[in-house]
């Protein structure tokens, strides 16, 4: 057997008139996320983990932000799509931790939904999605409430 770890991370600008989408779930917020998709930091970070992992380059590679059919695309579906590309290489997910990096909104209450909604399109049991929260203590982008960014590790193995 095979395993490799694979680690992915992403930022996005919050602006105004845009939906907050983080995890696949949509979050009640003033704020949204500027990006060409629906600009989920959280999904983003788990696909290059899990592209990095599998030595298949990275999300600008396979769902680029110059073409019209990623376009405002909701990520679930870059997600579900990532998963495919790893397993026709002969991968399968282990598991992922992730952290979410933002000083509002309170990301914590949002977790379960988050790993639910994550488990569902990856086809695997809630137990292996970790989701974490943190702040950056009010410094930096983060801090400022310029941007959320977000971490993901995964494990996949090979058979």
């Known amino acids: ?18 939906e907050l989408w983080l995890g696949g779930i949509k979050i009640e917020h003033s704020l949204g996320l500027l990006g060409h998709s629906d600009a989920d930091v959280l999904i983003h970070a788990i696909c290059d983990a899990l592209l990095g992992a599998a030595n298949m380059r990275d999300i600008g590679f ?15 579906i ?11 290489k002969g ?25 639910k909604c994550l488990a569902q399109v990856m086809h695997t049991d809630e137990e292996n999605i970790s989701i974490k ?3 950056t203590e009010k410094l930096g982008f983060t801090g400022r409430e310029e941007g959320i960014s977000a971490y993901a590790t995964v494990l996949i193995e090979k058979l």
């Open 1 to 18: 057997m095979i395993i490799r770890v694979g680690m992915g991370f992403d930022v996005h600008r919050l602006v105004e008139g845009r």
């Open 62 to 76: 396979h769902f680029p932000d110059t073409s019209a059919e990623t376009l405002n695309m909701d990520s679930k």
């Open 78 to 88: 870059i997600l579900r799509k990532t998963m495919e590309l790893i397993e026709a």
């Open 91 to 115: 991968f399968r997910f282990g598991n992922l931790d992730a952290t979410v990096c933002a000083e509002r909104p309170k990301i914590n209450p949002h977790v379960p939904a988050m790993k």
């Open 133 to 135: 929260a943190t702040t």
